[in-house]
C-alpha cells in the first residue's frame, strides 16, 4: 500500500474538516496537510498552523495547482454542500458535490494518488430502507439532493477503484457532533444547536419531533473512524466507498433528558419543519459490522460521556466569552 506523504483536505472550514485537518496536523507534520476552503475564513488555529489555500472544488484548475505545488498523494475530500443546504439550492448541491467529487477522481489518477477519501452519509438511504439496525447492503432511494449525490459518489468512488485501480475510500456518517465549529447546515444539527442554546438561554425549540430517532457521532470518533479507515491495509477491504458507521441512537427527548443531568433547568419545545421529512426517511439505527470486520473500526463514546464533554467544553467557552466563536 502506498504511504501517504502529502495531504490535501478539501472543505476544511467545514465542521468536520477542520477538525479532520488539525489531527491529520498533528499525525503527519503540519507542513504535509494542506488545507483548503472556498469561501468562509479559516479559524486562526486552521490558517496559522500550516498552508492554507482557498478553492473552489467545481473547478479543477483551482485543484489541480494546489495539487502540483505540493505534490499531493493524499486527499480527504471533505467539501459538500449538507442535505437542508442543498434542499434549497439542489443545482448547487449537485454542482459541488459531484462536480467537486469527479474532479478530484480525475486528479487522483492523473498524479497516481495513493487514495482518496470521499465520505458519504446515513442521507443515501430512503423509503423502503429497514429504520433498525439498517444493514450494510439494502436500498438505496434517498430523498434529498444531498443523498442522490451522496449515493452517487458512493458508485463514481466504486467506479474508479474497479475501473482504474485508483485507491477511493468512504464511510457513511452518521449525524456528527463537535462542541469546536457551528452546525453547518445539515438536519441533524439540532444535536449541535441544543447545546449552545441550552447554555446561552437555558431552551431550545427543536425543529425534530422528539421521538426522532436518529444515529449519532460524536467527533473523536468521526475522526478517528475516518484516519483509521484511510490508514486500512487495502487488501483487507471488501467494500470501498460505503462502509456504514456508527456509535449511538437517540432522540431529541433524551439527548434532552441526558442534558439536563447537568443543566437541571433546561427547557425544550418542538416545532417540527421541512427537516423533519428528512429526518423521517432516515434510520433509526446502523448496522455497521463490515467496518468492525474489515479495519477494526470502534467507537468510544456514548450518548451520557458526549454530552458530559459538549456541556464541560462549551461551558468553559462561556465563561470565557468566547461560546459562539469558532
Not at 457551528?182 to 438536519?187: C, K, M, N, V, Y
Not at 441512537?249 to 433547568?265: G, V
Request: aromatic share 10%; charged share 25%.
Amino acid at each position: 500500500m502506498k504511504e501517504m506523504k502529502k495531504i490535501l483536505v478539501t472543505g476544511s472550514v467545514g465542521q468536520i474538516g477542520s477538525e479532520l485537518t488539525m489531527e491529520l496536523r498533528r499525525r503527519y507534520g503540519a507542513e504535509n496537510v494542506i488545507a483548503t476552503g472556498r469561501k468562509t475564513k479559516p479559524s486562526a488555529e486552521l490558517r496559522d498552523s500550516g498552508p492554507f489555500y482557498f478553492i473552489d472544488v467545481g473547478k479543477i484548475e483551482t485543484i489541480e495547482e494546489v495539487v502540483k505545488k505540493h505534490d499531493i498523494d493524499t486527499v480527504y475530500h471533505m467539501a459538500a454542500i449538507l442535505s437542508a443546504t442543498g434542499e434549497k439550492n439542489p443545482q448547487l448541491c449537485w454542482h459541488v458535490n459531484m462536480d467537486g467529487t469527479m474532479n478530484v477522481l480525475e486528479l487522483g489518477l492523473k498524479y497516481e494518488m495513493a487514495r482518496i477519501i470521499v465520505p458519504s452519509s446515513i442521507a443515501v438511504w430512503g423509503p423502503g430502507v429497514p429504520l433498525d439496525n439498517t444493514p450494510q447492503e439494502t436500498v438505496l432511494k434517498p430523498t434529498t439532493m444531498y443523498g442522490v449525490t451522496k449515493v452517487s459518489g458512493e458508485l463514481l468512488g466504486d467506479y474508479y477503484v474497479r475501473r482504474f485501480g485508483l485507491d477511493v475510500r468512504g464511510l457513511r456518517y452518521p449525524g456528527i457532533i463537535s462542541h469546536e465549529t457551528l452546525p453547518g447546515g445539515g438536519t441533524t444539527d439540532y444535536a449541535v444547536e441544543i447545546f449552545y442554546e441550552a447554555l446561552d438561554k437555558g431552551r431550545y425549540e427543536c425543529f425534530l419531533r422528539e421521538d426522532t430517532m436518529l444515529p449519532m457521532m460524536y467527533m473523536p470518533d468521526c475522526i478517528n473512524g475516518t484516519i483509521q479507515l484511510a490508514e486500512a491495509e487495502f487488501s483487507n477491504l471488501k467494500h470501498h466507498c460505503d462502509f456504514n458507521h456508527a456509535a449511538t441512537s437517540f432522540t431529541p427527548a433524551q439527548l434532552a433528558a441526558e442534558i439536563r443531568k447537568h443543566i437541571p433547568e433546561f427547557e425544550i419545545t418542538y416545532k417540527p419543519d421541512y427537516r423533519q421529512e428528512i429526518a423521517d426517511s432516515w434510520p433509526n439505527s446502523i448496522d455497521d459490522s463490515a467496518a468492525r470486520e474489515e479495519w477494526g473500526w470502534k467507537h468510544e463514546w456514548d450518548l451520557a460521556s458526549m454530552a458530559e464533554d459538549m456541556i464541560k467544553h462549551l461551558r468553559a467557552r462561556k465563561e470565557a466569552g468566547t461560546l459562539y466563536e469558532t
